[in-house]
């Protein structure tokens, strides 16, 4: 089908949610503390319609169910992939997600999570965090008895620009002043580490801590990722991260340049500037797919991309 699919992003608000998603991206947002556009999502708790087309209105959910040609016939109960924008003007909890090993034990078979996150843009003095500096378990457990969070946390600063991968297992939280596009496995297992303390609506948000040791690992390994730029008439295209589940890259287009759809199909999240798809307008704040059989395509105009596709 030659016609790509816009989607309508679903707004979520967060108690670390703030309004760059108005001001940056120009959506409608809820209200004052939006901390998450889920922008292509087939997730039940938070499912996007189709902006317009043959399928107008159509949930994602209910084209991957009746309408799997779209998706080359792509396999999987559930739409494999979840993109979503967060914009964090607080901090969020320190995390960890289970594997689907784990995940199937003890979260009625539901899938884990692998996810990454490229750095949209963030204060100049942004921190991330990514990992933890307990050598065993035993250290990790003695560290949580006694509470020694800034011992044990690991922070890096943070600029534009930054991709990471964070593997199931991996400590991680993003910080305030951050806003980050992630692309996911579609799934919703977390389990929370530590909170800083903090009381929301005088309580203490509910931890995690028996499953998160379970499936920390130790000591932390970082994923370095080969970030190759492929030069082209008109584009540059930069890999970032290849893994069992996706593959993401980042386009950057300065003129024109065709491409060739070769998956099954394929996300796109337009990040920056504004172009034009095959006639069609193309804005930031803008998310695409591109169904199996699309064939040949033309990006133009002065725009940066973030596009995925499933592993298959
Ligand atoms: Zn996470």
């Known amino acids: 089908m030659k016609e790509a699919l816009f989607l309508e992003p679903v707004f979520k608000e967060m108690i670390w949610g703030g309004t760059r998603l108005r001001e940056d991206f120009h959506y409608e947002i809820p209200g004052e503390q939006t901390g998450e556009c889920w922008a292509v999502s087939a997730h039940a708790n938070g499912d996007c319609k189709v902006k317009g087309g043959s399928f107008a209105g159509e949930h994602l959910s209910t084209l991957w169910k009746e309408h799997r040609e779209l998706f080359g016939g792509a396999e999987g109960e559930v739409f494999p992939l979840l993109i979503k924008i967060i914009d964090a003007k607080a901090d969020l909890s320190i995390q960890v997600h289970p594997d689907d090993e784990y995940a199937k034990v003890h979260e009625n078979g539901s899938l884990g999570k692998t996810e990454c996150w490229y750095i949209l843009d963030c204060d100049p003095d942004a921190k991330i965090v990514i990992g933890h500096h307990a050598q065993s378990k035993e250290e990790l457990k003695q560290m949580i008895a006694d509470k020694r969070w800034n011992d044990l946390i690991r922070v890096l600063p943070i600029k534009k620009g930054d991709f990471f991968q964070i593997e199931p297992g991996t400590v991680h939280a993003i910080k305030a002043g951050t806003l980050i596009l992630e692309t996911q496995q579609n799934s919703d297992i977390t389990y929370r580490l530590y909170d800083y303390d903090r009381l929301s609506?005088?309580?203490?948000?509910?931890?995690?801590?028996?499953?998160?040791?379970?499936?920390?690992?130790?000591?932390?390994?970082?994923?370095?990722?080969?970030?190759?730029?492929?030069?082209?008439?008109?584009?540059?295209?930069?890999?970032?991260?290849?893994?069992?589940?996706?593959?993401?890259?980042?386009?950057?287009?300065?003129?024109?340049?065709s491409f060739e759809l070769k998956e099954k199909f394929r996300i796109f999240s337009v990040v920056e500037g504004s172009g034009v798809l095959d006639g069609t307008e193309l804005k930031k704040g803008d998310h695409f797919i591109l169904p199996a059989g699309y064939g040949t395509y033309e990006l133009a105009g002065d725009m940066v991309l973030i596009s995925s596709y499933p592993q298959e």
């Open 201 to 257: 609506n005088g309580k203490p948000r509910e931890l995690h801590l028996e499953k998160s040791i379970d499936v920390i690992g130790c000591p932390h390994q970082d994923v370095v990722t080969d970030r190759a730029v492929e030069q082209k008439a008109g584009a540059a295209v930069e890999k970032l991260v290849s893994c069992k589940y996706y593959s993401v890259e980042k386009l950057e287009v300065v003129g024109a340049c």
